[in-house]
């Protein structure tokens, strides 16, 4: 299971195949906005710089990091976004008044060391029960990683 940090490099990287939607626990993102809504997504999609049109000529003040330039597939993107708020793996601390600073890492890996299952009974429990949730939904389990 992945934590990402960014959300314009970790939708970019589920779209292009990178990483599996379904591996994604949580986005924690430095955004503050509703898919759903037109006018919101219009200002995500040409600030990342989707498709040909320029932020500044769209009336956009500025353009944040522009991860998303010469991508086409507006629908793509935003169908991701949705999925990912719907499912609630779409964290955005500025909605609550926090100012994230940007990170430099995209993903982390959730990793549980045997040392802590061993020693935690209670740790131990609750993988195994993420384990057997994570079956109910589909989630893909790399059982070889370590």
Same mark, same amino acid.
């Given at each position: 299971?992945? +934590?990402?940090?960014?959300?314009?490099?970790?939708?970019?990287?589920?779209?292009?195949?990178?990483?599996?939607?379904? /591996?994604?626990?949580?986005?924690?993102?430095?955004?503050?906005?509703?898919?759903?809504?037109?006018?919101?997504?219009?200002? +995500?999609?040409?600030?990342?710089?989707?498709?040909?049109?320029?932020?500044?000529?769209?009336?956009?003040?500025?353009?944040?990091?522009?991860?998303?330039?010469?991508?086409?597939?507006? /629908?793509?993107?935003?169908?991701?976004? +949705?999925?990912?708020?719907?499912?609630?793996?779409?964290?955005?601390?500025?909605?609550?008044?926090?100012?994230?600073?940007?990170?430099?890492?995209?993903?982390?890996?959730?990793?549980?060391? /045997?040392?802590?299952?061993?020693?935690?009974?209670?740790?131990?429990?609750?993988?195994?029960?993420?384990?057997?949730?994570?079956?109910?939904?589909?989630?893909?389990?790399?059982?070889?990683?370590?």
């Amino acid at each position: 299971m992945k +934590i990402g940090l960014s959300y314009s490099r970790c939708v970019r990287d589920i779209v292009d195949g990178v990483v599996d939607i379904a /591996d994604v626990l949580i986005l924690i993102t430095r955004t503050d906005f509703d898919p759903h809504d037109d006018d919101q997504w219009r200002g +995500i999609w040409i600030g990342y710089g989707g498709g040909t049109e320029n932020a500044y000529s769209q009336g956009f003040f500025s353009q944040s990091n522009p991860e998303w330039t010469g991508y086409m597939d507006e /629908d793509r993107f935003r169908s991701v976004s +949705i999925e990912l708020w719907e499912s609630g793996k779409l964290h955005q601390p500025r909605k609550f008044g926090a100012k994230p600073a940007r990170r430099p890492e995209i993903w982390l890996e959730t990793v549980l060391p /045997d040392s802590e299952m061993m020693n935690r009974p209670a740790v131990k429990d609750a993988r195994y029960q993420f384990q057997t949730i994570a079956g109910l939904t589909n989630v893909k389990l790399d059982k070889s990683y370590r």
